[in-house]
Every structure is written in C-alpha cells, then in structure tokens.
C-alpha cells in the first residue's frame, strides 16, 4: 500500500461542505467519486485535515489517500483534475510517509475572512459586504482577547456532552487592503462554526455594539446570544493545515484578491 498526501483548494458555494454526506453534494464527496473511476473495485482510505462548512472555501486542504497502485503522484492528480468539476482543484499530490494522517498529525490550521467594505460585483461569493463604517483599530484590539486557551461554547454548535470545548488559538490578526478587511485565526483546532461566530463579534465590536469587556464574558459564561451574529460562509477560507516543523505564515499574503484596484477613478 502507498499513501499520498494531497493539497486541493476548492470554491466552496454550490456545496454542502467537505464532508461526504448522504443526498447532499460535497468537496470530498466529488473526489471520492473520480477515486472510485479511477481505481475501480481498489480499496482505499481517503481522509482531510478537516471539515469546512456549507459555502467554506479552502486555499489549501490537506487530505491523504492510502491505496495500492502503481500510478505516480502527478498521474493521480491529473487523473483525478480530469474528473472535477471547475470549482474543485488538486493543486499536488506528493508521497507521504506511511504512517502520516492528514487530520491526526495536523498540530493546528489557519483561516482568513474577508470583510469588503464596498459593494462588489466580482467578489459575492468570497466576502462579506458590510455597509457599515467599522472601528479596525477596536476590532484589533478586542482579537486579543481570543489569544490563547479558552472555552469555546459560546461560539459553537458543538454539542459534545462531557467533551471540552477549549481551542488554544495562537493568533487573530487584522490587515486592510484597499476596500478588504481581511482576519486570519490561527488555532490547535476549531468547533464547529466557531471562526464564523468570532468573526461576527469582532464586527459588531467595530460597529459599536459589543466591547472588550463583552467578550471577555463570552469567553467565561457559556451563552447562546452569539449565535445570531454568525458570519455568512462565503467570505471564510481554510488557508493552511500545520504539521510538525512547519512555520506560522507572517502577513496575510494569501488572500483572494477580488476586489481589483479602482485606479481608474482618478483618470476619470
């Protein structure tokens, strides 16, 4: 048996997330369709670093296939690119070690979210326009606040009896880019809609709504108030699966730009 390592980046709108599901259509349920015309009656196991949401996009997925086969990792991946659709793309496929897991041995996983602060006739599906004029350098510093080990309960649909909800996030950051605001969490793991419900109170921190001290109480009193202020799917992306030896990314240089330069304006 070999086992491969696979990096895919996918535009998740038309899906129901990555997870195989039944009479639901889903990123990893697309792949699993062209592994099973390529290979056959071959059996093999096919996992992810981890689930995105409906509507969740990813910059980067780690998943790992074991099966047995003679194929290289370039055949594999244009074999199984032949297959996708458009919005779903093997970007490589390299030998992995034996014993490697994409979602086991991942340490921890970074998302962004994008923020747009005009209206975009390109850039729907991958942000979240908000008419509002936000406070970044309050939305800066209430991120601090998520540093660290904490219980996540508040900001998840977990309902895991007896489980711990504590995440330890090691770093929430803000960078702006001409009409983009763009928020990268990085985190041990994440629960179920947790970054979309930090996202949501870190806007209505800018807007006004919440303070420092508000969310210092979200992260000490279990409360389902924040629920309603989850952030729509489309702006967020799994950017990076951590494994061992492997460096946090400095500066947000990843993100999708779909909010072109309006240099035009000025020869108008």
């Keep these: 048996m070999a086992r491969f390592k696979f990096y895919i980046e996918y535009e998740g709108t038309r899906y129901s997330g ?5 009479n639901a259509k889903t990123i990893q349920g697309k792949i699993d369709e ?21 509507g969740v996009h990813a910059l980067c997925q780690v998943a790992h296939l074991e099966i047995n086969t003679n194929f290289s990792p370039e055949m594999i991946r244009m074999k199984i690119n032949d297959l996708l659709p458009y919005d779903i793309n093997i970007i490589s496929v390299e030998k992995a070690k034996p014993n490697f897991h994409a979602r086991h041995h991942a340490e921890k996983r970074s998302y962004i979210y994008q923020i747009s602060k005009r209206r975009t006739a ?53 960078t702006v880019r001409g009409d983009l605001i763009v928020i990268r969490i990085i985190g041990s793991h994440f629960l179920w ?50 494994y061992e030896g492997e460096s946090e990314i400095d500066g947000i240089d990843s993100f999708i730009t779909v909010l072109p330069e309006q240099e035009y304006k000025k020869k108008l």
């Design 18 to 22: 990555w997870q195989i599901q039944k």
């Design 34 to 54: 062209a592994l099973k015309t390529i290979f056959k009656n071959k059996e093999y196991e096919f996992y992810g670093s981890g689930r995105t949401d409906s």
């Design 122 to 174: 390109f850039g729907k599906n991958f942000v979240w326009w908000i008419k509002d004029k936000l406070d970044v350098e309050i939305m800066k510093k209430a991120c601090n606040e998520f540093i660290g080990m904490h219980d996540f309960s508040s900001f998840s649909n977990d309902d895991i009896s007896g489980k711990s909800q504590k995440v330890l996030i090691s770093d929430v950051s803000i």
């Design 193 to 242: 809609k947790m970054v979309r419900r930090i996202i949501g109170v870190l806007v209505e921190t800018g807007r006004g709504n919440f303070s420092i001290k508000d969310i210092k109480n979200f992260l000490k009193i279990s409360s389902t108030d924040i629920a309603k202020f989850t952030a729509p799917p489309s702006g967020l992306f799994l950017e990076k699966a951590y």
